[in-house]
């Protein structure tokens, strides 16, 4: 009898129900990396999400609901500058439409892949974004979105770890109680302000 070889296993979409929406309510903290290929910039931080507050740490950014905060701890400064929260990468957005549910990796067996599902919707000031959240836990992994006023950026999460030790660790410093919110025409959102962080960080600001 002629030995046959062993199919390959492939990425395949998962014909099954339709992925429900979802927002992870775990706090931890995470390995971030921003790409902007249109500005050729590349940038790896440290995050931290707290789910009881809906708060974010990213470096030098406190951000919260509908504002946040740019730090300058060389020169103990602060800028409260207003957040467009229509999307928070730790949940999917009520009107974001299911795209793909997929497998990373293989289903051959346990351990070899991990079950994703991908989304995808509309930003303010005609853009648009794609996200990628595990099926179990809701884990955000990566994301996409183009801005006309700013081109491509990547957002990918890695490496969590649950839990939180600290709450101060998402509370502005001091020297930002006197900050007044500065007025824009477009408010930031996720993707923009990350955007800013990285053109910062490679210039050494």
């Known amino acids: 009898h002629s030995l046959r070889p062993k199919s390959p296993n492939f990425l395949f979409p998962v014909t099954s129900d339709l992925p429900q929406y979802c927002g992870t309510d775990l706090s931890g903290a995470a390995t971030c990396q921003v790409d902007t290929p249109g ?3 590349w940038s790896v931080f440290c995050c931290s999400y707290d789910a009881f507050g809906t708060r974010w740490r990213i470096l030098a950014l406190f951000l919260f609901q509908k504002v946040y905060y740019e ?3 060389l020169k103990s400064s602060c800028k409260k500058k207003p957040l467009d929260t229509a999307f928070i990468p730790m949940q999917v957005p009520f009107d974001a439409h299911a795209t793909m549910q997929m497998f990373l990796g293989s289903s051959a067996s346990w351990g070899m892949g991990v079950l994703v599902n991908s989304w995808s919707g509309v930003l303010p000031n005609n ?10 836990g809701c884990i955000p992994m990566t994301f996409f979105s183009y801005m006309p006023t700013s081109g491509w950026s990547m ?3 890695f490496n969590w770890v649950l839990g939180n030790t600290n709450p101060m660790d998402f509370a502005p410093p001091s020297f930002c109680a006197k900050s007044k919110l500065e007025v824009t025409e477009t408010p930031d959102n996720m993707f923009t302000a990350l955007q800013a962080l990285a053109l910062k960080t490679k210039r050494g600001d």
Request: glycine residues 10%; aromatic residues 22%.
């Open 39 to 41: 500005r050729r910039s």
């Open 127 to 136: 853009g648009y974004y794609t996200g990628v959240f595990t099926e179990i």
């Open 155 to 157: 957002i990918s999460t």
């Open 71 to 73: 730090i300058d701890w």
